[in-house]
């Protein structure tokens, strides 16, 4: 990855380990996990950036096991699978769910996450739900974890 990259990555991780409102902690780390998407991948759209994420090795995802197993990272998981399934609230495609039913498949994983962003980036997450805040704060924490455990690595 190009240090520049790295570098702004960087520092939108710092500002979000300052941040204590959840909802802005995931905005933060998913900004760092889209900008190292993008960097890695070149591509433009979430929907081929993620596709390409899943389907090439890259260091990102092959740094997901430095923590995925640890106790921490299991109970994120677990909590987010128990909160499953999220609907897609963007327009015309209300009534369509994502699921997270293995919570060691990182494809379920990681688009279980981006319904959460994309429902939070669209306006359909209200902070006032605990349950859309839980939603929030578990992905924004697992982020973190793996945004952090990755920037060390990579």
Known sequence: MDESIKDLIGWWKLKGQGERDPFIRFFFFYVCFDAWITAES???SDRDKIRWFLENDNCLKEQRF???NA??????LKNLRNLSPVED???GRKGKYKELKDINNLEEVVWFIYQIRCNLFHGSKDP??????SL??????????????AYLKC
């Open 42 to 44: 070149g591509k433009d």
């Open 66 to 68: 430095g923590f995925w």
């Open 71 to 76: 106790s921490r990272a299991q109970s994120l």
């Open 89 to 91: 609230m963007r327009p």
């Open 128 to 133: 006032i739900n605990s349950r859309d805040a």
């Open 136 to 149: 929030v704060e578990l992905s924004g924490e697992l982020l973190e974890k793996w945004i952090t455990w």
